[in-house]
C-alpha cells in the first residue's frame, strides 16, 4: 500500500506564519524571527515531500504570490511623467512574459541603457546670440558633460550655427556650467573646432568650465589655456575693453535655439 506523503501537515505549517505575524503586527523582529525560523524547519524536514506536490498547485502558489507583485499603478504614473519611461517598462514585461524571467530583466537593462548612450550621444544645446557692449556673441550652453560618442555631433551643432557672413565676426561662447568633465576625444574635437573658427577669423571662448575639464584639454595642448574665462556674467569677458559709462551695455537676446534631441 503506497504512503500518503503528509501534505496536509506540510500546508498547517505555513498557515502558522499569517497568525504569528498578524499578532506581531509585522513591526517587531519576533515576526521575522519566526518566519525565518518555521522556514528552516519546513526546509529541513519536509523538502523532500515538495515532490509530491502537484505543479498546478505550485503555479498556483507563484501566481498568487506574485500577482501583487506587479505594480499596474505605474502605468498611468508614468504616462503622466515621462511617456518614454514606458518603452523599457513594457519591454521587460514581455520579455519576462514570453522568454524568461532572466532574459527579460537583460532585455530591459538594454533598451534603457540604449536609451542613455542616445542622450549622451546627442546632448542638448542651447544655443543664443546676444549683443553685449557692441559686439555680437553666439552662446552655445550643453545640458551635459561631453564625452566622446557626442564629439562629432556637438562639433556639427556649434559649427551649423556659428557660420556667418564674411564680415560678421561673432564671438563663440561655450558655457561649460553643465560639463562636468571631458575626455581626450572631445578635447580633440575642440581643439580641431578651435582651429576652425580661427580660420574664419572668429573668436572662442571657454567660459566658466569645471577645472577638471580646463585640465584635459590644456594636457593635450597647453595653448589652449588662453581660451579658457571665468566670471559671474558676460560683461566680465570685456571688461578691459567696456567704456566707463555702463549705462550703454546693450543685451539684446535676437535668437534662442535650442538642439533637443527629444
Known sequence: MTRRPPTMHCSQLFLLLRPVKCSASGTVRAANTSDGLLLLLTLGFMTKFISYIPKASLAALIISAMFFMVEYEMVPKLWKTRKLDLIPFIATFF??????????????????VSFIL?????????????????????????????VFPAAEFFRQVIHSNACFDEGDRVTLVLDGTHIAAVDFTM????????????LRKQSFIFWNWRRSAEK??????????????????????????????????????????VISTE
Open 216 to 257: 584635459t584639454c590644456c594636457a593635450l595642448d597647453p595653448a589652449m589655456g588662453r581660451y579658457f574665462r571665468y566670471g559671474t556674467a558676460l560683461n566680465d569677458l570685456f571688461q578691459d575693453k567696456i567704456e566707463e559709462d555702463s549705462s550703454s551695455t546693450e543685451y539684446s537676446n535676437a535668437s534662442t535655439i
Open 118 to 146: 542616445y542622450k549622451s550621444a546627442r546632448p542638448d544645446t542651447h544655443i543664443k546670440r546676444l549683443k553685449i557692449n557692441g559686439r555680437e556673441m553666439l552662446v552655445a550652453r550643453p545640458d551635459q558633460g561631453l
Open 187 to 198: 578635447a580633440t574635437n575642440l581643439k580641431s573646432l578651435i582651429e576652425d573658427l580661427e
Open 95 to 112: 520579455g519576462c512574459l514570453f522568454i524568461s524571467l532572466d532574459y527579460g530583466i537583460v532585455v530591459g537593462i538594454l533598451v534603457n
